[in-house]
């Protein structure tokens, strides 16, 4: 993990953010313009692994057994299908659902953890 990356990560996050506060859910946990440390993205993997993987792939590039892959959700569409189950409606410009089914449940005692979730997913998204 490099640094820079790191920054990157979480620079946009913060981006993000910022945005999810003025659409609802409201992005409840507090996220501050900081690097995320190989410490927090190493939380991010055991996470992924012990709660997404059931469905999702264990590589977050490449569609699994249930879930699509996860590397193309902005924050706030990972954020609201976590906390809900459900896409965020409006979607963030741009960003296509992967699938039209309503299949994922929510898993909402992630809450505080998502940031780092999703680090993790960004740090092994490889480049198209
Ligand atoms: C019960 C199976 C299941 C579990 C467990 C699950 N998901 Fe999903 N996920 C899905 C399915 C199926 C979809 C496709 C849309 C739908 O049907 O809800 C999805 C969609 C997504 C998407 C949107 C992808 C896109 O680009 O359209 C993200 C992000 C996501 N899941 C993240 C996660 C994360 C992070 C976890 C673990 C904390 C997780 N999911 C756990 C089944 C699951």
Redesign the pocket.
Known sequence: MNVFFAGAVFGSLFFSAGLLSQTKPSLPVKVEPMSATPAMIERGRV??VA??I???NKDPNVKGS?????V??PMA??YS??MT???PDPLPAG?V???K?????A?PK?KAD?PV??AY?QSVKKKK
């Open positions: 996470l992924y709660n997404c059931r469905c999702h249930i879930g699509p892959e996860v193309d959700a569409v990972m299908k976590v189950g459900k896409y960003f659902p992967k699938r089914s309503r299949a994922m449940q898993i992630l998502i979730i999703w997913v």
